[in-house]
């Protein structure tokens, strides 16, 4: 099968400060990764979509400069959300893909939550 | 822009019942048309893919159909479970891998 891990499942930090959060494919190499950030009782909304060795491609409204993409191996993502404020606070899912025609696998989200 | 909407937003269904999902999207050319699940807290299953030149994909009590000219999908549940319990989500892919979600149906199944 295809698996990707999430790291962490959760975290809880004060205001002002920097999460990282790691996607990692562990049984096959994704030339596409993406993030998507989840509300309670809404739905996925993506946020960048990322390529191994070049800038993510973030969607409108989304701050690039807040939410920083690495996508720097064939099975390593990171997202890190700077200077994290409350209203950051939420349930964040990366996910996989192999080449960008091909299914998305999912990782089992981190829950983020900003005091 | 393409916009996914699915129907129910809630079931509630006894044990053993059939039920259908429901799931609409506004622009007919997609490249492929998946069903997931999701767990409380939890990311997503992948339940079926269905290719847009496919009509239905069946998986054990899962079938899902797709009528691409109406902007349809359902997701049909044979003899359902406690754990089926979980929110269901459809997504369509209108090229390469780019995903759009429905807002999902959270499913109750009672025993």
């Known amino acids: 099968g295809a698996v990707v891990s999430q790291h962490p499942s959760w975290v809880i930090c004060k205001s002002g400060t920097s999460v990282k959060i790691e996607c990692r494919s562990l049984?096959?190499?994704?030339?596409?990764m993406f993030w998507y950030r989840q509300f309670p009782k809404q739905s996925l909304m993506l946020m960048a979509t990322?390529?191994?060795?070049?800038?993510?491609?973030?969607e409108q409204g989304v701050e690039k400069d807040k939410f920083l993409i690495n996508h720097a191996s064939l099975t390593l993502s990171t997202l890190t959300v700077t200077s994290a404020h409350p209203e950051d606070s939420s349930f964040y899912i990366c996910s996989a893909a192999r080449v960008l025609d091909q299914p998305q696998h999912f990782g089992d989200g981190t829950r983020l939550s900003i005091l | 822009k393409q916009e996914v909407t699915q129907i129910p937003a809630a079931l509630s269904v006894p044990e053993g019942e059939n039920l259908v999902l429901n799931c609409s999207f506004t622009?007919?050319?997609?490249?492929?048309l998946q069903w997931f699940r999701q767990d409380p807290g939890k990311g997503l299953t992948s339940l079926l893919l269905?290719?847009?030149?496919?009509r239905e994909q069946t998986s054990g009590r899962l079938n899902a159909s797709l009528d691409k000219s109406s902007g349809r999908s359902t997701l049909y549940i044979a003899a359902s479970q406690p754990g089926d319990s979980a929110t269901y989500l459809c997504a369509v892919n209108p090229s390469g891998s780019r995903l759009t979600f429905g807002e999902g149906t959270q499913l109750t199944v009672n025993p």
């Open positions: 990322s390529n191994e060795g070049s800038k993510a491609t973030y």
């Open positions: 622009d007919s050319a997609i490249y492929n």
């Open positions: 269905i290719q847009s030149s496919q």
């Open positions: 049984d096959f190499q994704a030339t596409t």
